[in-house]
Structures are given as structure tokens and as C-alpha cells.
């Protein structure tokens, strides 16, 4: 049983390029998070979502930021024009339905902004 | 807003040493509280997790421990070992909050031999 996979490990980006970091749950979870560690800080809650649906977005900035978790195929959190600020690790985490389920994360993906 | 907070920020102890990390939070609606470890470069490891209604969790040499009403979890590690070497990180998920854990800024942990 494959634990939550994220891609790339590694993201390089030029300002205003665009960043699309994939999530891909644990079998058998149907919730997914994403989390933002920025350096020396600890993470941040982005934004939930379950199949084809956002529960909560309250993490998530307004502008350039969007994240999808279609019927079929890996979590997609996307990040327009992206600016030197954006730069952290950012991390995955699935669980089972249920308020009391344990979050299970992925290694995260290192974006950096050139 | 839950505010979470981890004493010390970092840590250095020799091999062997029984040693407490300490977790506090300022609302007590909590539905449980999860122990992660977190090594450089990679991502979480979930160590233990604790509901409200509980007052320890015990895996192997570790223990946590869980006072909701004062607002503290403490992280207990028996007999450490270089291995133990990480970041280690509480989160708590609030009553009300959906599914959404807050995290310490985390105890940075150094075993040395």
C-alpha cells in the first residue's frame, strides 16, 4: 500500500512562470490537504478538498493559487505567475472520511522561485 | 485562532537521555491532537495521535501524553538514540474546524553519541 505521492520532489520556476505540484492520496482516502512550509516557519493549512469538491479554502491566497481534486487522477495544486515569495516546501497529506482520521503526508514538493 | 507553541525550539542530548518535549495551545475545543516527526528534507511522519477523550498514547519508547483542559501535550521519549535526531511537530485539529490540523513551529531534536 503506497503511502501519499507527491510530484515532482523538485520544482524550479522563473517568475511568472506557472507551478503545478500533484498529489496522489493514500488507496482507499478520499480527503486531501495541502500544506505550505515556508522557511524557519511552520506549515500552514492551504486548503481541503474531497473528490471534485473544495470544503475549505480558508488557507489558500486569494490570487494565483487554485487547487482541484478531480473524479480520476492526483490532486492539483496550481500556482499562477509565480513570484520569489511563493518559494517552500509544500506538502500533501490524505485521510479517510471522518473528522478523527490521522493525516497522512507525502515528502512535499520544494518549489523554488528564480 | 489556535495558536500552538513548542518548548524548546531545539534540543541537543547525549544517547540514552529520557527526554520531554512540550506542546501548548491557547483554545481547548480540540477533537485530538497528533505527534509528527519530521526529517530534513522529507516529509511527516505521523508518531502518535491522541482524541480528546484520551489521556496517553504510548508506540514503542514513546509517550504522549494529552491535559486538554490546561492546554498541553508532552512528548516523551525514552532511552533516545541518534536515530530520534528530527524535527518534531504537535498538531491539533479544533472542534468547528473542519478537517484542518494547526501545527507547532516544532522541537528541533539532536541525539549525539
Known amino acids: 500500500n503506497a503511502g501519499v505521492m507527491q510530484n515532482p520532489r523538485h520544482l524550479v520556476r522563473r517568475r511568472g512562470q506557472e507551478a503545478r505540484l500533484r498529489c496522489s492520496p493514500m488507496?482507499?482516502?478520499?480527503?486531501v490537504y495541502w500544506y505550505r512550509q515556508l522557511p524557519e516557519e511552520g506549515l500552514k493549512f492551504m486548503v481541503y478538498?474531497?473528490?471534485?469538491?473544495?470544503?475549505?479554502e480558508s488557507g489558500m491566497p486569494k490570487e494565483r493559487f487554485s487547487a482541484e481534486f478531480p473524479k480520476e487522477g492526483p490532486s492539483i495544486l496550481r500556482i499562477q505567475q509565480v513570484v520569489r515569495g511563493d518559494s517552500a516546501a509544500y506538502f500533501c497529506?490524505?485521510?479517510?472520511?471522518?473528522?478523527?482520521?490521522?493525516?497522512?503526508f507525502g515528502s512535499g514538493t520544494q518549489l523554488s522561485v528564480l | 485562532k489556535q495558536e500552538v507553541t513548542q518548548i524548546p525550539a531545539a534540543l541537543s542530548v547525549p544517547e540514552g537521555e529520557n527526554l520531554v518535549l512540550n506542546c501548548s495551545f491557547t483554545d481547548s475545543a480540540i477533537y485530538n491532537l497528533q505527534w509528527f516527526r519530521q526529517d530534513p528534507g522529507k516529509g511527516l511522519t505521523s508518531l502518535l495521535l491522541i482524541q480528546s477523550s484520551q489521556r496517553e498514547q504510548t508506540s514503542g519508547r514513546l509517550n504522549a501524553s494529552l491535559d486538554k483542559s490546561s492546554g498541553r501535550s508532552t512528548l516523551y521519549i525514552a532511552a533516545s538514540q541518534p536515530g530520534d535526531s528530527a524535527t518534531y511537530l504537535c498538531?491539533?485539529?479544533?472542534?468547528?474546524?473542519?478537517?484542518?490540523?494547526?501545527f507547532g513551529t516544532g522541537t528541533q531534536l539532536k541525539v549525539e553519541l
Open positions: 478538498l474531497q473528490k471534485e469538491n473544495i470544503i475549505d
Open positions: 498538531a491539533v485539529k479544533i472542534t468547528g474546524g473542519g478537517n484542518k490540523l494547526t
Open positions: 488507496k482507499g482516502h478520499s480527503h
Open positions: 497529506a490524505s485521510s479517510r472520511a471522518g473528522i478523527n482520521e490521522k493525516l497522512f
